[in-house]
């Protein structure tokens, strides 16, 4: 998929779950800005394309890049009543479905094959879920032994 179709789908599915859960959306002032971050989430995974050009050992398609690590990294620094929380939904959310929205793709991950890769990112775009990632990792780590 092409950059305007990850913006497109990352930006409807962030419309469309917020406005589920948060009744009053576009009363928010801080929209254009969750907005933003939805948009730069979506475009993450693709920084490969421009690491490549530096880091010759990275190709598109890295399976790094695309995975779930930054959206797990991150939940484990937001609380999920700050104010940061919706900033870290809106871009764990454009990486969760650029992930998702990469499946139908011809093109694998790179060292895997196409059917590998489908499931590579399947599994790492639900992890890559914001709510899934927070709650799933946060949970993990807070559970006694």
Avoid: C, E
């Avoid at 398609?61 to 104010?83: C, F, G, K, N």
């Avoid at 499946?103 to 599994?123: M, N, T, Y």
């Amino acid at each position: 998929m092409y950059r305007s179709g990850h913006i497109v789908a990352s930006l409807l599915t962030y419309i469309v779950i917020i406005q589920h859960y948060y009744f009053n959306l576009f009363n928010d002032y801080l929209l254009p800005i969750y907005l933003i971050a939805n948009v730069f989430g979506a475009l993450t995974p693709d920084i490969d394309i421009y690491l490549k050009r530096i880091i010759k050992i990275v190709n598109h398609r890295d399976p790094l890049t695309h995975s779930a690590l930054i959206p797990l990294v991150l939940s484990l620094t937001v609380a999920p009543y700050s104010s940061y929380f919706q900033l870290y939904f809106a871009f764990s959310l454009g990486i969760s479905t650029h992930l998702i929205s990469d499946i139908p793709s011809r093109k694998a991950i790179d060292k895997l094959s196409i059917g590998w890769s489908r499931v590579w990112l399947l599994l790492n775009g639900l992890i890559a879920f914001p709510v899934f990632s927070y709650s799933w990792l946060n949970t993990l780590l807070h559970t006694s032994i």
